[in-house]
């Protein structure tokens, strides 16, 4: 079955401090993952996944995530936080359904909560 | 552009309402998404409909009835809702297959009381 799970229920760092949100995955076959965040009230906003290839994966608003295989883990990274990227951030993996359906079912983790002091 | 829209923003309604969600795309996705995201929780998928049709049902009581008219839009009825049912309920879209993203609406707010 696959899984993700994010180990901090919350993070904290200062402002232009980098930051790193923890996400471990256990899947069948080949890891298709991703991280979302989710603002205050908002919907979930798409800010990066990994598919294959460079292990560093670049994404919006400056963040970054680095897939690493041997340690099972995908970690969210963003060299100077702001007070902005404060916001629950969920890391997914894909689990495809069939191309009968050709539709993914994202399997979230817990979430992270961060928040960026001034 | 990667916008999905959903209205309304917030719902209030009794257990023996009849009421109905909204979810629209025109990015010429075929996949829709429905999820229920209780607070400070992850969002749990309840419907998956791919080219129009219903591929998933995650097991979802019978009072949420899914409906997708064409391929820009998607619909949830509600009907004889329990107060448990309050949650945020987001869509989604995706291109499908297997690489797809699922890009999410802002959520419409239910509050049932």
């Known amino acids: 079955a696959q899984s993700v799970a994010q180990p901090e229920d919350q993070v904290n760092v200062a402002e232009g401090n980098p930051l790193t949100v923890k996400c471990t995955y256990s899947?069948?076959?080949?890891?298709?993952l991703f991280w979302y965040v989710q603002y205050p009230n908002r919907g979930l906003q798409f800010l990066l996944k990994?598919?294959?290839?460079?292990?560093l994966v670049k994404g919006s608003y400056g963040f970054e995530a680095e897939f690493n295989k041997s340690q099972t883990s995908f970690h969210l990274k963003k060299p100077s936080a702001l007070v902005s990227d404060s916001a629950l951030y969920f890391c997914?993996?894909?689990?495809?359904?069939?191309?009968?359906?050709?539709?993914?079912?994202?399997?979230f983790g817990t979430g992270t909560l961060l928040a960026v002091q001034p | 552009d990667t916008e999905v829209t959903q209205t309304p923003k917030h719902l209030v309604m009794g257990m023996t309402n009849k009421k109905s969600l909204k979810c629209e795309q025109h990015?010429?996705?075929?996949?829709m998404y429905w999820y229920k995201q209780k607070a400070k929780k992850p969002p749990e998928l309840m419907f998956v409909?791919?080219?129009?049709?219903?591929?998933i049902n995650e097991s979802v009581p019978s009072r949420f009835s899914p409906e997708c008219p064409n391929s820009s839009l998607l619909n949830l009825h509600l009907h004889a809702l329990q107060p448990e049912d309050s949650a945020l309920y987001l869509c989604?879209?995706?291109?499908?297959?297997?690489?797809?993203?699922?890009?999410f609406g802002p959520g419409t707010r239910l509050t049932v009381l």
């Open positions: 409909y791919s080219y129009e049709k219903l591929s």
């Open positions: 990015m010429g996705h075929r996949a």
């Open positions: 899947v069948s076959g080949n890891p298709y």
């Open positions: 997914a993996v894909r689990h495809f359904l069939g191309y009968g359906g050709a539709t993914n079912k994202l399997i």
């Open positions: 989604a879209s995706g291109r499908g297959g297997v690489t797809d993203t699922q890009y």
């Open positions: 990994y598919i294959t290839g460079d292990n």
